[in-house]
């Protein structure tokens, strides 16, 4: 499977049993990590101060009646049956529920769109017809579209979800060392291995939860082992995620089995606890001590958003499967089989041994903690690769500043690894690991980043149900009132807890909001100066004779935001320095709100003036999830896209007249048309020294050794049915290219107008200046020659 075709076969309408199999089997180990080792510290954190354990059992029995209702309606009903349905062509997640209503409803903020991009195939995909006239769901989007403030809270939802996902990225590392509690329940559980436990926890801790005692050994082995976590990230999941799956198996196998021995050895009628009765008397008896508790509930469904928001590696129905078949019966097991433990032990020491492993027979806790640390491990992987996918889409549609985003998979396009933003968690991560020193608190935070995610996308997804799927208003009411109302409960029980713990993520959700706006909204700022201040065709045809422009050979390429026009960064330049390629391409790459875009929708060509001026205009169009390729590949498809235009330009199809510069074609790559290719070998290392860039292929081996390069020309074809006129021009344009290719770039600063706010300046002056500085360039930018680059300053006041 290529890069370009990314992950789409996994969303292909007939899959084979196999391939559903093969997809179910790797997500248990993918998306699966985190709700896994979930039943480790749901029960010690709900028991922990809020509920106290009697000898009546109503409390465990009403625990575990809330753990099964709630893993029962949120992973099981909500995601498996509702929410998985509502994917981007296969794309899932906090962004893909955003894009899927920008598709549908002109809500987007992307200040380059066009309606062109509502023609790509990506989008007709899914559509289910449009909105009867008079709807509900009509009036709903006329709304959406006039007022500007409804699209930017709708922007903001979706920004404050994505900042709780990076949120639980940085605490999900920390809190999923609770596995290390074993080492204290069994030093005080067997006084004479006291020592010997003590010296282990050296090796094998890893969040900080332990005692005064081990404080001088926990934090500094938390910190070993969570560099060495993230130190691993740059190999890529396809290296160090094999074992993933059957680590996973054999967890929720060992959980399940343990879960049945103890439900048979100690209380076979546990099963009646499944009534939703004993949740109500639970929450009717302790009142506002079972209404905090709810805060150690929700911990049994951390890691549940993953399964939609890494629904582009796999298929609904392999996730559909892994989780009703597997993950589901064997957690419902798990905590049976702790409630069954406990309703016969009245005499535990809470503060101590109220968790998972005093459930666990004493022969088998050795083995049950290895694989417990290796699950752990599992589940932070998966999180920190979910925060590399959404920090990329977020990227990708101008809301996060720009990362260097590496492929580690050349089959797996969602492998991918982003070094700032990993090194970054791994700061974050050990920070919270030294400063919180209580399992509660790291709980406490980690539940209230997950159960605002949850609350953006149900309110997203009620949008979905009447924007997108056109159904009546009701069931998108009547969805927002049952989950809403379940998670609202689950985030006022998490947000009681702010001081506890639960303002950590609310903190790193402010810094990273905060960045990710300011860096949109200077974007558009810019965009919307390049519109104000661009200049017609007109005015270039009437500067020639005035100031002595010259044509120079070769190709000019202008890197431009603007869809049209002619941008203002280039009449800076021509006034200054007069004088231009004789073949000129304004060109301007833009992501669209969806995750592919097919190669041979690639391009949208067309041109700017008068034929004989060789003035071109190309848009290349990139979906969120798309992987651009290098220069030399890149410059090969534009200039054979603009050759194929020429090529097959309709008669009558020109922008001579004032006002038609927006009339473009849709072209492919080379690999979509039928443009005739040639390649020359360059036989020694004189000849590639002197040879251009474009004019250079660099084929690579499977094993990295670079083989010789080769002279790539497209050939004027032989044929009666190319006019004079268009084969002449194509002569030009590949006498142009033998010239050289020049990359003309704009280099510009940005400072708030004079009078502005103060909030506007620090916004723009400081903040967006600072990110724009530190912030990778634009990935055309990154990969042109220096030799063949040319920067253009300039100053803009917004």
């Not at 029960?43 to 465990?60: G, L, M, P, Y």
């Not at 981007?88 to 409803?105: I, Q």
């Not at 309703?343 to 903690?369: A, C, M, N, T």
Request: with cysteine; net charge positive.
């Amino acid at each position: 499977m290529d890069l370009e075709g990314g992950t789409r076969r996994y969303s292909a309408k007939r899959e084979s049993w196999r391939t559903v199999l093969t997809l179910a089997y790797q997500s248990l180990g993918v998306v699966y990590g985190d709700l896994s080792i979930s039943p480790l510290y749901v029960f010690r954190s709900t028991f922990a101060e809020d509920i106290k354990h009697t000898e009546s059992n109503d409390e465990v029995f009403g625990v575990l009646s809330l753990v099964f209702w709630t893993i029962t309606l949120i992973p099981l009903v909500k995601y498996v049956f509702v929410v998985l349905k509502a994917d981007d062509n296969g794309e899932g997640g906090t962004f893909a529920l955003y894009s899927l209503l920008c598709r549908h409803a002109r809500v987007s903020s992307l200040p380059n769109c066009q309606v062109a991009d509502e023609e790509l195939s990506e989008y007709k995909k899914d559509s289910r017809g449009a909105a009867p006239e008079r709807s509900f769901a009509l009036r709903l989007k006329s709304t959406f579209e006039r007022h500007r403030v409804l699209q930017r809270v709708l922007l903001v939802l979706a920004l404050i979800g994505t900042c709780m996902v990076i949120g639980d990225g940085i605490l999900t590392p920390a809190i999923s060392g609770e596995f290390s509690r074993l080492f204290l329940d069994w030093s005080f559980q067997c006084p004479r291995r006291r020592t010997h436990i003590g010296w282990t926890v050296k090796y094998c801790a890893v969040s900080s939860e332990f005692d005064t005692f081990h404080t001088d050994v926990e934090v500094p082995a938390s910190c070993i082992i969570l560099i060495g976590l993230f130190a691993l990230q740059h190999y890529g999941t396809h290296r160090v995620g094999f074992l993933f799956a059957p680590v996973i198996i054999l967890w929720l196998f060992c959980i399940s089995a343990i879960g049945i021995y103890n439900i048979f050895h100690w209380n076979p009628h546990v099963y009646k606890a499944l009534s939703p009765y004993y949740a109500f008397q639970l929450l009717r008896k302790t009142q506002k001590g079972g209404w905090m508790a709810l805060g150690g509930i929700l911990l049994c469904i951390t890691g549940a958003e993953a399964m939609f928001a890494d629904l582009g590696h796999f298929s609904q129905l392999s996730i559909k499967i892994a989780f009703t078949s597997v993950v589901y019966p064997s957690l419902i097991l798990a905590y049976m089989g702790q409630a069954a433990y406990l309703s016969k032990h009245h005499d535990i020491d809470q503060d101590y041994h109220f968790g998972f492993y005093v459930s666990v027979p004493e022969k088998l806790r050795w083995p049950v903690l290895a694989i417990a640390i290796l699950a752990a491990v599992v589940g932070s992987q998966a999180i920190i690769t979910g925060t590399f996918s959404i920090i990329k889409q977020c990227s990708a549609l101008s809301c996060f500043p720009r990362v260097k985003v590496i492929h580690t998979s050349s089959k797996i396009h969602g492998q991918i690894y982003i070094p700032e933003v990993n090194w970054l968690l791994m700061i974050l991560c050990l920070a919270v690991t030294v400063c919180f020193r209580d399992t509660k608190r790291l709980g406490n935070a980690s539940g209230l980043a997950v159960i605002t995610v949850m609350l953006v996308t149900t309110c997203l997804m009620s949008l979905v149900i009447v924007l997108c799927w056109h159904q009546n208003v009701l069931l998108a009411l009547g969805f927002v009132f049952v989950f809403g109302t379940i998670e609202a409960l689950f985030f006022s029980a998490s947000l009681i807890k702010f001081l506890q713990g639960a303002w950590v993520p609310v903190a790193l959700a402010l810094v990273f909001l905060t960045f990710m706006y300011v860096w949109h909204y200077g974007t558009l700022k810019k965009y919307e100066y390049d519109v104000q201040n661009k200049v017609s065709i007109n005015w270039l045809l009437g500067l020639g004779p005035s100031i002595g422009i010259v044509r120079v050979r070769g190709v000019g390429l202008i890197h431009t935001e603007l869809v049209s026009g002619i941008p203002v960064i280039f009449s800076h330049f021509v006034t200054n320095l007069p004088a231009f390629h004789e073949v000129l391409v304004f060109l301007c790459i833009k992501h669209v709100p969806v995750p592919h875009v097919r190669p041979d929708e690639r391009f949208l060509v067309g041109r700017v003036g008068p034929k004989e001026f060789r003035l071109y205009r190309c848009i290349v169009r990139y979906g969120y999830r798309d992987v651009h390729k290098d220069d030399v590949e890149f410059e090969n498809d534009l200039l054979c896209s603009i050759a194929e235009f020429i090529r097959t330009e309709k008669t009558g199809f020109s922008n001579d007249e004032p006002g038609k510069d927006d009339r473009m074609a849709v072209v492919g790559t080379c690999s979509t048309h039928s443009l005739l290719m040639s390649e020359d070998n360059v036989e020694n290392a004189e000849n590639v020294e002197n040879a251009g860039p474009s004019e250079l292929k660099e084929i690579k081996s499977p094993k990295g050794i670079r083989q010789q390069k080769k002279r790539v020309r497209f050939l004027v074809p032989e044929s009666p049915k190319i006019d004079t006129d268009a084969k002449k021009e194509l002569e030009e344009v590949m006498e142009a290219r033998e010239g050289g290719v020049a990359y003309i770039i704009g280099q510009t600063h940005m400072r708030a107008k004079p009078g502005s706010s103060m909030v506007k300046k620090i916004a723009i002056n400081i903040v967006y200046e600072f990110l724009r500085r530190n912030s990778r360039a634009p990935s055309f930018v990154t990969g042109v020659p220096h030799a063949s680059s040319l920067e253009v300053g300039m100053m803009y006041q917004v």
